[in-house]
């Protein structure tokens, strides 16, 4: 009897990963194309990226070593002139504490509504109440400073009166009288803002919850406020705060409509409702045009500080959403 011998193909030897080795010509010309466009964007990025940072760097040097004053402690701004003296203290307090304002206005009203249109609304106004939120995104900044100007701050008065009444022995909310052009009016306004922001990005987040987890907690007797508080936001957390550091970096540089309603002044204020102040984004604006050159280097000095703040506002938001990943349920 002849004995058949019987042949297997041989499989090519494992690569480094584990997974089969494939040689070049087995991959399309596409995937290729594709590879290399994505990695020369992202090699883009950083080479836009450092040279912003050089660029301000440079200008920012030049400015700084002329200047008669402390740049992080003087309350002023005089950089034209024989004798410039100029900081940033009062620019730092404003752009901080209006940021601060909004986020805190803005955060929990744009969770709250992610939160109806995602679980609560019905699918017939779910959608087009989705669409209007996503909408005032598109809404130029000057259209929200003017609304701001010739609406929000002369109906104000009522509600500073109030805060003076009940928190102004805190000092932070006293109010004694004239034009709501306050911090504190900038802070309602980019609040408003960046909700269609940080509602749009909690709501994505939401709806990729699984339902298995929704239905497991509902399997146990649990309300739909415990399925949310005990599934959902957990899932969601991460989001949430990524939306809410987008919403941030908005509201740190927002320029027109801050230029429109804030009455400008190089003092620090202890109440919120005293109008006078002032940010990077808007101090930028309204002196870029009739500053010389030596007064263009301070205003990129001062550009380079905002520069340096989202930088870290948007790096210790990554450290938070590292730290928090193993607990938002999303690799269940």
Same mark, same amino acid.
């Given at each position: 009897?002849?004995?058949?011998?019987?042949?297997?193909?041989?499989?090519?030897?494992?690569?480094?990963?584990?997974?089969?080795?494939?040689?070049?010509?087995?991959?399309?010309?596409?995937?290729?194309?594709?590879?290399?466009? @994505?990695?020369?964007?992202?090699?883009? =990025? %950083?080479? #836009? &990226?450092?040279?912003?940072? +050089?660029?301000?760097?440079? /200008?920012? $040097?030049?400015?700084?070593?002329?200047?008669?004053?402390?740049?992080?402690?003087?309350?002023?701004?005089?950089?034209?002139?024989?004798?410039?003296?100029?900081?940033?203290?009062?620019?730092?307090?404003?752009?901080?504490?209006?940021?601060?304002?909004?986020?805190?206005?803005?955060?929990?009203?744009?969770?709250?509504?992610?939160?109806?249109?995602?679980?609560?609304?019905?699918?017939?106004?779910?959608?087009?109440?989705?669409?209007?939120?996503?909408?005032?995104?598109?809404?130029?900044?000057?259209?929200?400073?003017?609304?701001?100007?010739?609406?929000?701050?002369?109906?104000?008065?009522?509600?500073?009166?109030?805060?003076?009444?009940?928190?102004?022995?805190?000092?932070?909310?006293?109010?004694?009288?004239?034009?709501?052009? @306050?911090?504190?009016?900038?802070?309602? =306004? %980019?609040? #408003? &803002?960046?909700?269609?922001? +940080?509602?749009?990005?909690? /709501?994505? $987040?939401?709806?990729?919850?699984?339902?298995?987890?929704?239905?497991?907690?509902?399997?146990?007797?649990?309300?739909?406020?415990?399925?949310?508080?005990?599934?959902?936001?957990?899932?969601?957390?991460?989001?949430?705060?990524?939306?809410?550091?987008?919403?941030?970096?908005?509201?740190?540089?927002?320029?027109?409509?801050?230029?429109?309603?804030?009455?400008?002044?190089?003092?620090?204020?202890?109440?919120?409702?005293?109008?006078?102040?002032?940010?990077?984004?808007?101090?930028?604006?309204?002196?870029?045009?009739?500053?010389?050159?030596?007064?263009?280097?301070?205003?990129?000095?001062?550009?380079?500080?905002?520069?340096?703040?989202?930088?870290?506002?948007?790096?210790?938001?990554?450290?938070?959403?590292?730290?928090?990943?193993?607990?938002?349920?999303?690799?269940?």
């Amino acid at each position: 009897m002849n004995s058949v011998t019987s042949t297997t193909a041989t499989p090519p030897p494992p690569g480094n990963d584990g997974s089969s080795a494939v040689s070049g010509s087995a991959v399309r010309p596409g995937d290729r194309i594709f590879l290399g466009l @994505s990695r020369g964007s992202g090699i883009a =990025l %950083l080479v #836009i &990226m450092a040279a912003i940072a +050089v660029f301000l760097t440079y /200008r920012s $040097v030049i400015a700084i070593s002329g200047d008669k004053a402390n740049f992080f402690t003087t309350l002023d701004w005089n950089a034209s002139g024989l004798d410039p003296k100029f900081g940033i203290a009062v620019l730092a307090f404003g752009t901080l504490v209006s940021s601060v304002v909004a986020m805190v206005i803005a955060v929990p009203v744009a969770v709250g509504i992610a939160l109806f249109i995602s679980h609560y609304a019905p699918r017939k106004l779910s959608s087009p109440l989705g669409y209007v939120i996503d909408l005032l995104a598109a809404v130029p900044s000057i259209i929200y400073g003017l609304w701001g100007a010739l609406f929000l701050v002369p109906h104000l008065s009522g509600l500073y009166t109030w805060l003076d009444d009940y928190l102004g022995w805190t000092g932070i909310f006293s109010y004694g009288g004239g034009a709501a052009r @306050s911090l504190f009016t900038v802070g309602i =306004l %980019l609040a #408003i &803002m960046v909700l269609p922001i +940080v509602t749009s990005v909690s /709501r994505e $987040v939401f709806l990729q919850v699984p339902k298995m987890h929704e239905e497991a907690a509902l399997a146990l007797g649990a309300t739909r406020w415990e399925v949310i508080r005990m599934s959902v936001i957990p899932f969601g957390r991460s989001g949430i705060i990524s939306a809410s550091m987008l919403g941030l970096g908005r509201a740190l540089g927002e320029t027109m409509a801050v230029a429109t309603v804030l009455s400008p002044s190089f003092l620090i204020n202890a109440s919120l409702l005293d109008p006078g102040g002032g940010t990077f984004a808007q101090n930028i604006a309204s002196k870029f045009s009739e500053a010389d050159e030596f007064g263009q280097d301070a205003l990129i000095a001062s550009g380079l500080v905002l520069f340096v703040i989202t930088l870290l506002v948007n790096g210790a938001a990554r450290l938070i959403i590292a730290r928090r990943k193993e607990y938002s349920g999303a690799a269940a």
